[in-house]
């Protein structure tokens, strides 16, 4: 039983969050290269491979993957906002192989406050391409099930109260002393930057499964 609990932290299918937000604009999606063959489509929680393009309304290219920096293509996990809205909203049920073009409203993108070159209030434009899909190492569905308060982080007291939970589910009577022992060595283990939370990317996402 010990050993099924401890496993929370990467157990559980992924399915997509949905629940009472209100509507976002969209994310206008031109399929411009699709794969005979499909094996797999994207979904939250995948770690996709992609090279990409940005364009502002008036056709400047803002950066290129392939030809800035190291020019080699990006690693990121879809749905955990670690990327913009357009993209986790824009980038699923894609192919490996597949390339498509976004058109993104400001709001799915940088916002009233733009960031970098990109102006306040811009709609942009991404030609991308999905190179690779790999299974995500965490479950998206678990953290939105522990996440009590919506804010995109655990704390000590939601992972406590989901453990409680999943002793009651399987039969056990709550252990106190034994649910702090399991969360202080979650923590210990998971919270890399010691802030006192779990942070979706904590949770979801780790550089060494790459």
Known sequence: MLLTVLSWLCSALLVSVSGGKLPEAE?????????????????????????HEGYFENGTMFHSSRTEG???????TLGIREVIKGWDKGLQDMCSGEKRKLVIPPALAYGKEGRGKIPPESTL?????VLEIRNGPRSHESFQE?????????????VKEYLRKEFERHGYPPNDTLHENMVADIFAKE???????????????????L
């Open 27 to 51: 994310v206008e999606i031109d399929v411009l290269h699709r794969p005979f063959l499909c094996h797999r489509k994207s979904k939250y929680g995948d770690i996709l491979l992609v090279h």
């Open 70 to 76: 190291d020019k080699n293509a990006v690693w990121f």
């Open 125 to 129: 434009t991404f030609i991308i391409e």
């Open 146 to 158: 522990m996440d009590l308060n919506d804010d995109w982080k655990l704390s000590k007291h939601e």
């Open 191 to 209: 919270d890399e930057n010691k802030d006192g939370f779990i942070s979706s990317r904590e949770f979801t996402y780790k550089h060494d499964e």
